[in-house]
């Protein structure tokens, strides 16, 4: 990075700060810190939503995610508008009309006490979980990339959140959210006419989509119906719904977002917005991953995208092995580079036997190529490094290719949407434990000011653990991995709990709270002896919490406790 | 009054003034979840059509 860059890159993250302090002042009790007065328009209640659910890994990640398999990932995401429908019509308006500060002190109203801190619990943990996880994971790659320490880039990142968040709640946090997904944008919009602009100057841009039609890599929707395939139309369809609707509807890191509406229009609107821009936006950022992956197919792209790792091989005692499949790459492509012309020129001729020959011959370098990465790293592997580099894939495109000031920009946009995810869930793991543990179960009656700065030191602690947690996550290792998986086994339960106490009115709190920990049990017993998508532990989690309190109640003649907050 | 019921009331007050809101768009809220999911639709047919032309 040059001089400029950095300067465009501290210039965006200051403004990001002083804009949150700016925004967040003048909170004078919990009501102002945890819920901006309920004063948010819906247009920043979307940007918010939208923020807080996008990490800096869904902008590294997910066009790496293209480059390597294309663009069926933008399945997921079918579900997503329907569950804003559904958000809409049912959790909102009871939320608004009780006047709760979380999701969970809604449950005490319908069921009790137990239930409500079991669910609140669950969140603390898993929330907890995934916020170390937010700065650990763009931490280590902005390390790699930058070759800063890893202490170094999450203190950064988590101590710049901590300023605003704790200084203005979560008025900053929803301000800056806006500002950040502005910036993010710009930031993905640039970078995709730039990746446009790198293209061969007799390749066009439809030429481009052609190539990676060749390739396979439009692979937007796939209607098959398969229980063990991750992505196709089915499992983003009813899965995604699932995990959407348990995402927004029971996590308090979304519902937070929505609870700051002025009114039911502004929370609805906002979920609305988020259910209509979503899957253009992600259709988007998965194309841009496309283009770089036809960037590549004619700029000799490395064997392995992660350089520390390239290195490292490299002095191994596999080093020998490595640059024999680093030669075979380059064959690989330079066969490929000689199909794509040909493909290109048939079709321009319009010679369909020739367009279909070249094609299949870029079909089979595409094969050699992708076994070849393949094998780079199982070597990897066997060495003990980290194999994926599916994150590195558009941060090396632009660390390489893009211009002076842009590369600023671009990690900007990094850094920015670290801070918009982190922010959004330190506002709700703060409001949680206050709200549902603190002020519930261990001091009912303290004045306001009390609350405003036991929220605000619960905002900053919980910062601090996130901090921490990234800088000991390098040790987990691949534990990593397992962490984000854990997150997606407790949503279907807390999805069941929900829809119990908003459609299920004769079912009581005990039978709910058993039924959640048998649905637990079903979708651990998933995780462990089955294969099928984790997409699909949600239904099943929900399924069983909401069939086996059905199933109990008429025995524990149990209806909705008395029990108030 | 128990809980259950208690919760109802404090919701069938707040749906009666619900029914007042109007969303400022399309005029009504189911015109506009029409629209939301009519918006989906529209999007996989077009992600389809797209990948068929470019395959």
């Known amino acids: ?565 | 009054m128990n809980g259950s019921e208690s919760l109802n009331s404090q919701l069938e007050t707040g749906n009666s003034k619900l029914l007042e809101e109007h969303p400022p768009f399309l005029k009504t809220w189911h015109k506009l979840y029409s629209f939301v999911v009519a918006e989906l639709v529209v999007l996989i047919i077009v992600f389809y059509a797209f990948m068929k032309l470019f395959s």
């Open chain 1, 1 to 565: 990075m040059t001089t400029f860059d950095w300067i465009v890159l501290f210039l965006t993250l200051a403004s990001i700060v002083l804009y949150g302090i700016y925004k967040g002042r003048g909170s004078k009790n919990i009501q102002g810190y945890l819920l901006a007065d309920r004063k948010m328009k819906w247009y920043v209640i979307a940007f918010s939503i939208m923020a807080t659910q996008a990490s800096a890994i869904t902008f590294t990640s997910t066009p790496g995610q293209a480059f390597v398999d294309g663009m069926r990932f933008v399945q997921f995401y079918f579900g997503l508008p329907l569950a804003m429908v559904i958000l809409a019509v049912t959790a909102v308006p009871i939320f608004h009309k009780l006047g709760v500060y979380t999701a969970y002190e809604y449950l005490e109203h319908r069921f009790d006490l137990k239930t409500r801190v079991l669910t609140s619990l669950i969140f603390l943990v898993s929330r907890g979980l995934a916020v170390g996880i937010t700065i650990y994971a763009p931490s280590i790659i902005l390390s790699v990339m930058l070759g800063w320490d890893i202490r170094i880039t999450s203190t950064l990142i988590g101590g710049a959140i901590i300023i605003y968040t704790t200084t203005g709640g979560v008025k900053s946090v929803s301000w800056t959210h806006v500002q950040q997904m502005f910036i993010i944008m710009s930031g993905m919009l640039i970078a995709f006419i730039i990746a446009v602009s790198l293209l061969p100057e007799d390749v066009s841009f439809f030429d481009a989509l052609r190539v990676a039609g060749a390739s396979g890599k439009l692979n937007a929707v796939d209607f098959t119906f398969d229980l063990d395939n991750r992505y196709n139309f089915w499992s983003g369809l009813i899965g995604g719904m699932f995990v959407a609707l348990a995402y927004f509807g029971t996590d308090q890191s979304q519902v937070q977002r929505y609870l700051t509406g002025q009114s039911v229009t502004e929370s609805r609107m906002g979920l609305l917005l988020n259910g209509m821009l979503k899957v253009p936006m992600q259709f988007f950022i998965l194309l841009l991953g496309v283009l770089v992956f036809v960037f590549y197919q004619f700029e000799k792209p490395p064997l392995v995208f992660n350089p520390v790792e390239t290195q490292a091989i490299a002095a191994s005692e596999y080093s020998e092995v490595y640059r024999q499949l680093e030669e075979q790459y380059d064959d690989a492509f330079h066969s490929k580079q000689s199909a794509i012309q040909e493909y290109l020129a048939a079709r321009q001729s319009g010679n369909e036997a020739a367009t279909a020959e070249a094609k299949q011959e870029i079909a089979a370098a595409n094969s050699i190529s992708s076994s070849l990465r393949l094998q780079a790293a199982e070597l990897l592997q066997k060495n003990g490094q980290d194999s994926n580099d599916t994150n590195y894939i558009f941060l090396s495109f632009v660390l390489k290719y893009l211009p002076t000031g842009l590369v600023g920009l671009l990690f900007a946009c990094i850094f920015a949407a670290t801070m918009s995810s982190t922010s959004g869930e330190l506002s709700a793991l703060a409001s949680s434990t206050i709200i549902d543990v603190y002020k519930r179960l261990f001091n009912r009656t303290a004045d306001e000011k009390h609350y405003l700065v036991v929220s605000r030191a619960a905002m900053a602690l919980w910062g601090v653990y996130g901090i921490a947690f990234a800088q000991f996550a390098s040790q987990l290792g691949t534990l990593v991995e397992a962490v984000n998986i854990i997150g997606s086994l407790f949503y279907g339960t807390m999805l069941g709990v929900f829809l119990l106490a908003f459609y299920f009115k004769r079912v009581g709190g005990t039978a709910t709270f058993i039924a959640a920990f048998v649905g637990e049990a079903a979708v651990f017993s998933c995780f462990m002896f089955t294969d099928i998508s984790w997409l699909w532990y949600n239904v099943v989690g929900c399924g069983v919490v909401v069939g086996g309190a059905v199933l109990l109640n008429p025995f524990l003649n149990t209806k909705a406790s008395p029990e108030k907050g």
